[in-house]
């Protein structure tokens, strides 16, 4: 054993001892929910999946085959109170976009079947802002009879229609005898990453929790859960910085925690500042999983001992026959938009879609850039680029129907022309690849150029090298005082998702169409459509990978396709990678 790995051995050990030392104030006993204190089920970023998706992700208009779907969460909340469990169900937000059904019926649909399910408590994801302020009053008046919606944070001023909407900052449930507070903590971005007004305020997330414990505490309530729409990271930080929560079911990240995750397993165990155990959950997305976490508190309302799972909501699981039938109801327009067809592509690089379009290139974000590039040529455009984010769903290959392009670009934002200099749009790249792993919704899918990331760089140092490319695939190094004619959406030219720098583009005039509109027009045009350059976002090779066999070691990266992986020979020698083994490919690092 070298000096290194005699070092890592010993820091690892002295983690695992701080880590058993910690865990004595908690511990998971394998509790089942009938003899839980407290059984809480919950979901998150639902996104209008109201008849769950299909084995590839896909959102399904009829629920009888599908995994999830509003029909069989709602079955699952029931059957748990008709069993006599101390159920407490709550939503950590996002159920606003995502399918045909929130692109035909709105929020109107969501509220109607919300209706339906009998949760206690949800919070505000930032797709509930993607209509506007007052359409969101409208959503939380709707649901005021339930009193299910609640947020902590919110502070609207002035003239936001919110003003008069407010949800209450927490609930108080009588469950199994005790008093449960339930606080909510909304998403706090949603001036940036959706369209919120700018009166609309927000108190510091901390400090609104802090508060609302108080009051919870005064009223006699110690067994408090939070529920927030804040990404498990920061739902992490929290549960170390403030006491008096004992649980915190998040969403907005999409994480699955469990067995096979790389985010951690369910529950994660933090400790707040005085050292009482935390517990934080999510449950992945798109209705396909239902949390599902059983608790056993103190006398004084410290969590002794907890168990649980993300149980995914298989096909063969039951479902609620109302909610069905109704959801079936809301389908009837949504198909008819499924049988339209637009065009075709046979193109298949692995995944793609929500998840993919964040990681990496993916075939729908390149296809839409490459219609946004082909639409703004006519104005003498040379790059197109849309964010991962706006990405909805994938397009498969095979028929494309107006449906199919619909739920994958459901935001109808306008296609604009704008002027940049190299150095803004190596900026804007830049800014994409600042979250976690070079990953997330501000990654941008490029047409016109190509970038090579090293997500191992500190943020602000990720982008090593861009070209662009121009319309015969000859290359050349992105100058940065020269200017570039760019078609991007009007969410990225006016600064979405904190693009500061593409707000000072020259506006450059053109023909007002949606992305939806520009990419229906170029799969009417190429039938089948096809992608000339497939090498748009690069991915150095991380020095720390994961081996799986002997002798044939394989790399977890992004989603990327074979021309676009770049292993030095040193590298391939050091990794033992072989042949062709190295263009298996899984994941982010």
């Not at 159920?87 to 159920?95: C, F, N, S």
């Not at 993916?362 to 639409?375: Q, T």
């Not at 497939?534 to 994961?546: D, G, Q």
Request: hydrophobic content about 40%.
């Amino acid at each position: 054993m070298n000096r290194t790995d005699r070092i890592f051995l010993l820091v690892f050990l002295v983690l695992s001892i701080l880590s058993a030392g910690c865990a004595r104030k908690g511990r998971d006993v394998g509790i089942e929910g009938e003899k839980a204190d407290l059984f809480i089920l919950h979901t998150n970023d639902t996104h209008s999946y109201m008849a769950g998706r299909d084995a590839s992700g896909f959102p399904c208009t009829d629920d009888a085959q599908c995994f999830g779907g509003y029909a069989r969460i709602a079955y699952a909340i029931q059957k748990a109170r008709d069993d006599g469990k101390n159920v407490l169900a709550v939503d950590a937000g996002d159920r606003f976009q995502g399918t045909l059904f929130y692109r035909q019926h709105g929020w109107p649909a969501i509220a109607d079947c919300s209706a339906l399910i009998s949760y206690d408590a949800a919070t505000l994801g930032n797709h509930e802002w993607d209509g506007g302020c007052a359409e969101l009053a409208k959503y939380i008046g709707a649901l005021r009879d339930t009193k299910t919606v609640i947020a902590a944070n919110m502070t609207p001023r002035g003239s936001c229609p919110l003003v008069s909407s407010v949800p209450p900052p927490y609930i108080i449930r009588e469950i199994g005898g005790h008093k449960v507070g339930v606080i909510g903590l909304a998403n706090d971005e949603v001036v940036t990453v959706s369209n919120a007004c700018r009166d609309t305020q927000f108190a510091d997330r901390a400090l609104s929790v802090r508060r609302a414990v108080r009051e919870l505490e005064a009223k006699g309530v110690h067994r408090i859960v939070l529920v927030t729409h804040i990404g498990l990271p920061a739902d992490r930080e929290l549960a170390r910085a403030v006491d008096g929560v004992d649980v915190i079911v998040g969403g907005h990240t999409h994480s699955y925690l469990g067995p096979g995750s790389k985010e951690g397993p369910y529950p994660i165990v933090e400790h707040s500042p005085s050292g009482q155990p935390v517990l934080v959950v999510t449950a992945s997305k798109a209705t396909q999983y239902i949390g599902e976490l059983a608790c056993n508190f103190d006398e004084r309302g410290v969590l002794t001992a907890w168990s649980g799972q993300a149980r995914e909501l298989l096909p063969s699981a039951p479902r609620d026959p109302k909610v069905s039938a109704r959801v079936a109801e809301y389908a009837r327009s949504v198909r008819a938009l499924l049988d339209q067809e637009i065009g075709r592509h046979t193109i298949d690089m692995g995944p793609d879609g929500l998840d993919a379009c964040r990681e990496g290139q993916c075939v729908s974000g390149m296809f839409m850039a490459d219609a946004m590039l082909e639409f703004g040529r006519k104005y003498g455009a040379k790059i197109g680029l849309i964010n991962g984010g706006a990405v909805r769903a994938a397009l498969r290959p095979g028929t494309i129907t107006a449906g199919d392009i619909l739920t994958c670009f459901p935001f109808e934002d306008k296609i604009v022309l704008r002027d940049y200099t190299g150095a803004q749009l190596s900026e804007a790249l830049e800014h994409g690849l600042a979250e976690e792993r070079a990953c997330g919704p501000r990654i941008l899918q490029p047409s016109g150029l190509r970038y090579e990331i090293d997500s191992e760089k500190p943020v602000g140092q990720r982008l090593r090298s861009v070209v662009y490319v121009d319309a015969q695939g000859k290359t050349s190094p992105l100058r940065p005082k020269k200017v570039y004619r760019v078609a991007l959406t009007s969410y990225l030219a006016e600064g979405g998702d904190s693009f500061a720098m593409l707000k000072k583009g020259r506006v450059v005039p053109c023909k007002e169409l949606t992305d939806a509109e520009v990419i229906t027009n170029y799969f009417k045009k190429h039938k089948p459509a096809t992608l000339k350059e497939t090498r748009r976002i690069l991915r150095k090779w991380l020095s720390r990978f994961k081996a799986l066999g002997s002798g044939r070691q394989l790399l977890f990266l992004c989603n990327q396709p074979q021309g676009s992986l770049t292993l030095t020979r040193r590298e391939k020698s050091k990794l033992g990678v072989h042949g062709r083994d190295f263009l298996r490919i899984l994941s982010c690092v």
